[in-house]
């Protein structure tokens, strides 16, 4: 690939290692290596085979010492790093004033930074350093851009097609202000609450929380799709402008309590439970319609809980109804208990 579209954008780097990069890329089992990696990445595993044969001409090998940065919170940048080997940490910076806030590690294997390759947000959303030595891979949006248009386009990727939608949504603030879930609250406080929000991309099959798991985010669906299980029951299929996870962030019990997947590449705008409750605070009419909204969802939960627990009854012991003490003895155990 051309020089000036693989490196264009990217940090300074050092050109005898991608020399050697590109020549053992000539040996089929460092190639076929490769191969098994990417297929590993949702985002590549969905791309056309001539595609992923092409990308290893595109990338940009990088050494990094430990605590080395790979980008910083708010930051531009259009390019992203696969990691290799060693161990990477995301961070949120929500005070100036205190440390960066770490939420996530990425580990061989893993990504970071696609939103800007893929130009859903211009800014980088968290911070990116080095937890211990490691290898990656940087991948420029120009030199990924030009595989895409020579290896078929768009037509021949339907993950990226579905992906384009998503461009530049992340920083369209009247457009969350418009989302469904903030239509009974006070202008103010959706801008306030902006200031704080953490845009995330999730694949298909990747999940936002899982049942039982302490749970201290909420999140707003701002573009795609999710699916709602309880157990290995699918209870719902939810798209754009529902808000999930505000149980656990505003009630005494952290547990979630239902697991919550992508069915399509959903861009989510995630919320700190410690900044919600501050900015609600100053907000106290959009205090009231959020609790009356949150009781009113707990207790539709807590009647399904209720429910289940009838079913569950009634498929052990037969038809709920009162029975008699010697009718329970029976049904359980078979036989006539004499009760006295």
Request: glycine share 8%; net charge negative; with cysteine.
């Amino acid at each position: 690939m051309d020089t000036h579209l693989r490196s264009h954008g990217l940090p300074v780097h050092d050109k005898d290692l991608v020399r050697k990069w590109d020549k053992s890329m000539q040996s089929p089992e460092m190639r076929r290596d490769f191969m098994v990696l990417l297929k590993k990445i949702v985002l590549f595993e969905a791309a056309p085979e001539a595609l992923r044969q092409s990308l290893c001409e595109a990338v940009v090998p990088m050494d990094l010492p430990q605590g080395a940065v790979i980008f910083r919170q708010n930051q531009p940048g259009d390019w992203m790093c696969i990691v290799l080997s060693g161990r990477l940490e995301k961070t949120i910076l929500r005070d100036p004033a205190a440390p960066p806030i770490v939420f996530g590690e990425v580990s061989p294997g893993g990504i970071c930074g696609d939103m800007g390759m893929l130009g859903v947000s211009e800014l980088r959303s968290h911070g990116c350093h080095c937890a211990e030595n490691s290898s990656v891979l940087l991948l420029s949006r120009l030199a990924f851009d030009a595989l895409v248009d020579m290896k078929g386009g768009l037509e021949e990727y339907p993950l990226l097609k579905h992906l384009e939608k998503m461009q530049n949504l992340s920083g369209d603030t009247d457009a969350f202000c418009d989302l469904p879930c903030f239509a009974k609250m006070e202008r103010a406080f959706v801008k306030h609450t902006c200031e704080h929000l953490e845009p995330r991309l999730y694949y298909p099959g990747m999940a936002l929380m899982k049942e039982g798991e302490m749970g201290f985010e909420m999140f707003i669906v701002h573009l795609g799709k999710v699916e709602v299980l309880k157990g290995s029951k699918k209870v719902a299929e939810l798209g754009g402008g529902v808000v999930l996870g505000d149980v656990a962030v505003f009630g005494s019990d952290k547990r979630r309590t239902a697991t919550v997947k992508c069915v399509e590449p959903t861009l989510i705008y995630v919320l700190n439970g410690d900044i919600v409750h501050q900015t609600l605070d100053k907000y106290p009419e959009t205090k009231k319609v959020h609790d009356h909204d949150y009781i009113t969802r707990l207790l539709r939960f807590e009647l399904e809980k209720v429910a289940e627990e009838v079913d569950h009854l009634e498929n052990f012991y037969g038809k709920c109804h009162p029975m008699r003490s010697e009718e329970v003895g029976h049904k359980v155990f078979g036989r006539d208990l004499d009760v006295k």
